[in-house]
């Protein structure tokens, strides 16, 4: 039977460094079972090591978590790569560090803890999650469709690294399955807005850097199961799939 899913699709980590030290797994799936949501997206900046330790926290609790990823192309712009299963990241995450140059300067950046399940600091990444890979966006959204995942542009309606605002146009035949909007906008606002890409799916998420903001921001998708295909069928409209606007 298809019913309604809450989701927020952008959650950072501690891993991330813009992100709050409490953003750690256990505390994320507290705050997202608090906000009454069913499906979260943990969307690193270009990592994702804490994703499974936030998948063994959400263990037997209702919430499913996609295993996700926030790539930044070397156009600066942010894509989020949505999966179901973790195995399917990895080809992604390996491509990312290959193209990801830099080292992290905690002092200036903050801090990129990977925490485990039981509230761990398993360690810290020295890499510089915080900037772009030299990937072109074209390459990571293939690369992401490549290994069974999702492809969305990242918060259209902020002006850095949004699409719109760091290319000012959406390349035509960029395959991207939806668009993001922050709750700053709303997606009613960003149809208003932008009838010129009505022929994309919108999605609404907290992109979540602090506890609090969790579920502030999210999508209502009327699903038959907590999964990446029948969210797909909701982007695309098929089968009694959507997304509520």
Do not use: W
Not at 27 to 41: E, G, K, N, T
């Amino acid at each position: 039977m298809i019913r309604e899913f809450r989701c927020d699709f952008h959650v950072h980590t501690c891993l991330s460094p813009c992100a709050d030290l409490d953003m750690y797994p256990r505390a994320v799936v507290s705050m997202a079972l608090a906000r009454r949501l069913d499906i979260i997206a943990v969307c690193d900046h270009n990592a994702s090591e804490n994703v499974p330790y936030v998948i063994k926290c959400a263990v037997g609790t209702g919430l499913t978590v996609f295993p996700g990823m926030e790539v930044t192309s070397c156009e600066e712009v942010h894509v989020l790569a949505l999966f179901d299963k973790l195995e399917n990241l990895g080809p992604l995450q390996d491509l990312v560090y290959r193209h990801l140059p830099g080292t992290n300067d905690e002092n200036v950046f903050g801090c990129q803890a990977v925490v485990n399940e039981h509230d761990e600091v398993e360690g810290l990444s020295e890499r510089l999650l915080i900037g772009a890979t030299a990937l072109p966006l074209e390459r990571i959204v293939d690369a992401i469709h490549a290994a069974g995942g999702l492809a969305v542009a990242a918060h259209i309606n902020r002006e850095a690294f949004g699409i719109l605002g760091q290319l000012g146009f959406i390349p035509e035949g960029l395959p991207l399955d939806a668009l993001e909007v922050n709750r700053r906008m709303g997606l009613a606002e960003a149809r208003r807005r932008h009838p010129e890409l009505a022929r994309f799916a919108f999605i609404e998420s907290s992109d979540s850097h602090i506890i609090t903001d969790i579920g502030t921001g999210i999508t209502r998708a009327m699903l038959k199961e907590p999964t990446l295909a029948e969210l797909k069928l909701a982007f695309e409209k098929r089968d009694g799939r959507c997304i509520l606007e």
